[in-house]
């Protein structure tokens, strides 16, 4: 038989000589209490990183729904009467159901501008080669250097401004009516436009559409802030998905000029541009 008295007395706190209770203090040392914070810390830290970051990706969501918005409103004005109009005069139109809070509409030289406010104040959209003079219905027409075609003008060589119909997939392209470029008219051409109210040290995304017409591996060479790359089209305009080109820059400046400079194996078959965006 056990001895229950014995397992009694064994668990029974013993003191010391100085009558005082020996045992476990069943508390949390300084260095445990520090390691504990430490932890409650990077989980904090890393819960108020990923929240903003989901705020974030809403706000930009928010910022380009807007602008596709006023996109499409501009397009269906220009359709209607050929002309652009700012954000009051969508509303006006019927066009817009309110003025947008997120972004301003301007017009200047037969084109529009889209700009940045509030929250979306780091969007600066322009829908490049709209409102230029028009070329012929499913046609072209070359300009030589120094014409001004709306914000843009041509530094040297000669471009064609071709209607978007010209190209046999434009149902497809996704591009933009009414009007695209081709860098190469009947030789290799330069275009530039300046961009206004950047932020200096700030980061910006450049996007536009492209393709080459007839000649494989025509070059763009493109130039804005401290950026300064090639840009190769090996999509034809005709019979293949126009591609978006995205690339980054840092503003130097508060007003960077964008330059596109056409280079290839032939003339009359440079790269194709479309729907430039800097965000």
Request: include cysteine; charge should be negative.
């Amino acid at each position: 038989m056990r001895d229950s008295t014995n397992k009694r007395n064994s668990t029974r706190p013993r003191r010391s000589q100085s009558g005082q209770v020996q045992g476990s203090t069943g508390g949390f040392t300084l260095v445990e209490l520090l390691v504990v914070i430490s932890v409650l810390g990077v989980l904090a830290g890393i819960v108020v990183f990923s929240v903003g970051g989901i705020s974030d990706r809403g706000q930009s969501s928010a910022c380009a729904q807007d602008v596709r918005t006023l996109r499409t409103a501009e397009e269906s004005q220009f359709a209607k009467s050929g002309t652009y109009l700012d954000g009051a005069g969508l509303v006006s139109a019927g066009f817009l159901s309110a003025a947008s809070t997120l972004h301003t509409v301007t017009v200047s030289s037969g084109a529009y501008t889209i700009s940045g406010t509030g929250t979306c104040a780091s969007t600066t959209i322009t829908d490049s080669f709209e409102g230029v003079p028009a070329a012929p219905a499913g046609g072209f027409h070359e300009y030589a250097a120094g014409t001004t075609l709306g914000a843009w003008t041509i530094n040297s060589g000669s471009i064609d401004v071709v209607d978007y119909q010209f190209w046999a997939n434009a149902s497809v392209t996704g591009l933009s009516p009414q009007s695209t470029i081709d860098l190469h008219g009947s030789s290799p051409g330069s275009i530039q436009r300046d961009f206004t109210g950047l932020t200096v040290g700030t980061s910006y995304t450049l996007t536009f559409k492209y393709a080459h017409n007839q000649a494989s591996g025509s070059v763009v060479r493109v130039r804005i802030g401290n950026l300064d790359t090639n840009v190769t089209a090996v999509n034809n305009a005709y019979s293949t998905q126009w591609l978006t080109a995205t690339l980054h820059f840092t503003a130097t400046a508060a007003t960077q000029t964008l330059r596109f400079d056409g280079s290839g194996p032939s003339n009359f078959g440079g790269v194709t541009l479309d729907d430039v965006a800097i965000s």
